[in-house]
């Protein structure tokens, strides 16, 4: 369904749900389409069995509907004829046409799937006691064959070799054994069946497998029988076979099938797999059409066997018929798909019908990237200059990946609107969902609050549930480090959020903490859910969690996320697809719930969330989902099939990608159960050797199937890259058939400017600073037009470098009070613009590092007020509050601890080597002293006092590299805590104003022992004087960036205009 919005006032506006129009075709059979058209119709055995072969395009699908709908107007009962098609969604579409070309309506459906048929037949009750059965998903059998292989206890019998022991609890063993279970139930295999089938083939894994499998079927019915009553649960491996033994054993059921369909007809048969034509022979109807294409099959990952197609149709005396003409692609393409199939073992020719020669073009780049922005240019080229709607124009990967990143990066700086299929993704690894099934974990306490779960509550804060980026949540950090050091210096920010998020109470306003109070409000209304139905001692339902979540989810201006994702997919655009992609995603999130709620209730719903996040793959759960604009498709060729485009991209064609050689399923060996019984070979080398020649035609199929696709268009790339990846021989090959020669040695393609307007700018203000006089005066008209026409980024205004600074006002008034610190007295020195920016905001927030040197600092000052603590005491105690500082886990955890402990050692020994120089006055000492407009303040790790009561200063430093003694000399904030002294600036006990010098102590080093890096006593009036110019600089209008030795490490250096990275692009 389309929403359509109605009423002028969007605050007012309803929205009304309409089904999209669907009109009669204007099929106009050719002569080859209308002699099958005949046959179907026609009475008499001719009739009776009849295949049509036609490769992809010929119009089978339109054939097949024009020959139903004159049996229906003839008279034949709609509810007698069967359409099987190969896919749920295809089905769906072929049942509508049928419906709109012949007018009528059944009391069923018309068009099925082999499982749906399958389904019913195990459900038809001809007897009081025959069971009803409920469908497991392919990601609940996932789910339940991983939790029985990591229960060895619950199936000891199974008696697993050792050797396969260490890969039991892995998702790839758990989702080998399901695809041996599945191809061995698809052959209608039994438990013994599969047993002996090992022995014959020497795989002795078969045998623990079919124990295996046996215990999962008991275990499931006993399982799920006590949770759904008498309904008996039955995974889509086995419904085929269920429905093959009852039709062969129950005579009633077999009897109403055969009599209720009069004409059955299958669509994509080379989709089928042995079990299903098995399933097909036994309705024994009165006529049985097959339409089938063996070059164009896709589905051999499931079963299906195109190649046995032509010895099923002879055994089964099945007329064969040929559709030759393809009515969608034009010569060019026609030609490409013909040179591709010529390499199969019965190949078949299609001809060209169409007037246009079409156009194939065939690019090698230089990455992936360019790939995509090569792609990205073709479409927006055909979308302005001929008018192709974005919907009519697709993208087509061999699988999922780095690829449809690549793609949706290049298409929204193109701002190319696309629609990415959903199935990509399983549901728990959804980002649009991630976020609600984190925080329904939390409240059902299973996800604690710590910084050990730090990554997951980071992932939630930069989602939209909490609006959250780098710099906002930086901030957040310098706010609450701000309260942390004049409060609690052993908590973290990191711990400060979490209890923020913890309490929905913060120590700041919510202004300044905003992407917090939307999450923790979101926390507390699912606590509030979870809280509710545990006072009644009752499962909080998942539905009524996950409902609660999302429906008090808000934005930044407190509007719901919900109504801001519909809003936003009604807009269209690129955003508006992303919208709609991820209300499709929730959508299917509670149909998900739903379902597991009634056919598990009472459940934990930790239970359901669990099952979530360990599928590899997505629920095949029925959902609505929102009828899809003007918009690029981007899927796989899986996905692809049955569908045409005017404009199609074929990208990805990369050695060891497309084709994928590599064997499938090579521990358990399920595609050599699968070739044994398509070839009857059992000497392990000829079934491996079959199986290589049938997956490079497998491989082949899919190319044919993506080429194919193409109305008018077809773009075709792949990238070569040095050390990276090379263009496959199916690109080569096309690439050789296109150009009449080889890619190798052909240079790689450069890619054209952008078609957007920010990329036109650009190439016209580089015009303007152009020798051709002509050029620059064309330049400049042009922008001027495009300023007139509200295009933002060719107003000169605009530009940056255009506009005079915004002020020059000094930071501070003249007369304003400067606050300098020792610590500010250095960095000034060393850089002003570094200072200045770091001052107003431009840092990080607490590092590891950062908090290590918090917590060394405090450890060395406990032992002024506890001087009795021993090395091993500051251990312990730095152990006990390691959570705080570090949230990593495992072995960098390990490290970064083994590092600090050096750092205390080494402090360790510095101070008891130290006692007997130097008596210990005070730690974290305070100073304050206005010295002319400068407010002198700051604070000093130890004051110490010699043997002559002098007072010397000790500055710890834990991270900071060492330096050399000439350069400590000269160091300003040694020199600052000097002047402290002098002053007398220390509030309580003064020690003195007698300075005997200072030292800074580096415990970073990598040498055994601290290093001490004395400066002698400094001159009174000359640190005086120079606070009082830094106080004077500091306030000023401009700060100069100095080039020092800690540029490389330097925080700031992306925006330091001396600096490659942050020279601005005006700069000559």
Known sequence: MVAKAK????????????????????????????????????????????????GAGTGKTSTLVESVAPQIKSGLDPNSILVLSFGRERASELRDQIVIQSGASAFEPIVRTFHSLAFSIINTQVDPEDPKYVLISGAEQDSFIRELLANPEHSPEVNWPKVLEPALSTKGFARELRDLILRASERNFTYKKLTEKGKLLNEPWWEPAAKFWKIYDEVLAIRYGFISGTAKRIDSSSIISQGIFDLTNKPKVREAFQNKFKLIIVDEFQESDNSQRELLNLLASDQVILFADPQSAIGQFRGADPEGVRAFADANGYRQLFLTTSMRTPDAITDLGNAISSKFRNPVETVGSKAESGKVDVAKLASQSDCANYIAHAFRSAHLREGIPWSEMAVILRSPGAGISAISRAFALNNIPIQIASDALALGENPAIKPILTIAQIALGKIKLVPANWDLIEEILFSEFGGADALS???????????????????????VILEILDHNDAPLPWEQLLSLKRVADVIAEARKVVRMNNKGGA???IADLIWAIWNSAKNYDGDQLANVWRNRALKGGVRGASADRDLDAVITLFESARRFAERMPGSNPQLFLDQLLSESIQSDAIAARGQRGDVVNVMTVHSAKGLEWDLVAITGLQEGIWPNLRQRGSLLGSERLVESERSQLTARREIEASAANALIEDERRLLNVAVSRAKKALVVTAYSKEDDSE???YFEEIYEFVHGHSSIDAENFDLPRALTPQALVSTLRRDLESQDLAKREFAARLLKTLAANEIASAKSENWLGALALSSEEPVLPPDAQVSVSPSNLQSFSECGLKWFIERSGGRDGDSTAQLLGVAIHSLAAMLKSEPGLTY????????????????????????????????????????????????????EAEFEKVIGRALFNGSVDRVEIDQEGRVYIVDL????SDISKAKSEEHKQLAGYQLAVYEEAFSGDSP??????????????????ASAKPQLPKDHEIIKAEVIAAADAMSA?????????????????????IQPHGRTVIDK
Not at 42 to 48: E, I, L, M, P
Not at 875 to 901: C, H, M, P, S, T
Not at 992 to 1009: I, V, W
Not at 1047 to 1055: D, P, T
Request: aromatic share 6%; net charge positive.
């Open 539 to 541: 499962q909080v339902d």
């Open 727 to 729: 263009p496959s021989q």
């Open 992 to 1009: 003195g104003n007698q300075s005997a010098g200072a030292e800074l102590l580096f415990l970073g080093n990598d040498s055994k022992s």
């Open 1037 to 1057: 209008n401009q700060f100069t960036a100095t080039v020092n030795e800690r540029c490389r490490m330097c925080a700031v250096k992306a925006i330091c205009p």
């Open 473 to 495: 949540l930086r901030q957040m950090r310098i706010d609450l480090g701000k309260l942390r050091e004049s409060g609690d210096a052993a908590k973290s920010s990191t711990q």
């Open 872 to 923: 091993e005491d500051l251990v312990n105690r730095l152990e006990n509050g390691w959570e705080l500082i570090d949230g990593n886990k495992g072995w960098v955890r390990d490290y970064q601890f083994k590092k600090a402990l050096e750092k205390l050692e080494k402090f360790y020994k510095w101070h008891a080597e130290n006692k007997s120089q130097r008596t210990l006055f005070a730690v």
């Open 7 to 54: 009423a002028a006032d969007r605050s007012a506006r309803k929205i009304e749900l309409i089904r999209p129009v669907l009109a009669p075709s204007n099929f106009s059979p050719n002569s080859e389409q209308q002699a099958v058209i005949d046959s179907i119709n026609s009475s008499g055995s001719k009739a009776a069995r009849l295949i049509v072969f036609g």
């Open 957 to 960: 430093k834990t991270g900071a």
